[in-house]
């Protein structure tokens, strides 16, 4: 899996790729991750990237032309036809099920945009899909190509600690696409506040059911869209319904 980072900020990735847990997918090349300035493509000794835009209004927009030329090495130095990200506040919000989209596939050339934007003309020739991380701006694509990154990395086949984690993920089929439900670890009592009996029981049907009634309370009560969506493609059961209608 190999993805093309263009972006003007390469050293904002050097530490996340060298840190944490999922820098075993960065150091193992099962993520293999290039960072490519698009300024080393820019013309004259000022080596310009931005522009002001046409029409008037603040900021700066990105020239299409550098970023041209560097798709074009890009893709020459590719094994594949790689399809180009571009992180935007259009585009569609990220999720598990893109998450794991990228996750089986062959890796993307990921463009992170600066200032104002880019070249419309570049993104009409150029850009396959946008990604946005939701309603809000940020001000430039590199926070959000970690983050696909990130979630790629880490379901990757032994990057995590237990192979299983990630199949308890909030959002994930496993679940139902419902949030996941609450943690505990030691001490039993921790300023005055215990643990919940029945993680104490050793009972693993009724842990079960607990944690599975757990996740439809916390999913309830802060995202409930998750249930209707979840109840629409008939993933709730019986009983399921029966806990919720008492909630």
Known sequence: MHFDVVTLFPELFEPFLTTGITRRAFESGQVKVKLTNPRDFAAGNYRRVDDRPFGGGPGMVMMA????????????????IAPVVLFSPVGKPLNHAMVTRWAASAGAILVCGRYEGLDQRFIDVHVTEQISLGDFVLSGGEIAAMALLDAVARLQPGVLNDADSHAQDSFNPALDGLLDCPHYTRPETWQGRGVPEVLMSGHHSHIDRWRREQRLVVTARLRPELIVQARQACRLTASDEVFLAKL
Not at 65 to 80: F, I, S, V, W, Y
């Open 65 to 80: 032309e550098p970023l041209a030329l560097c798709l074009t090495e890009l893709h020459g130095a590719r094994q594949d």
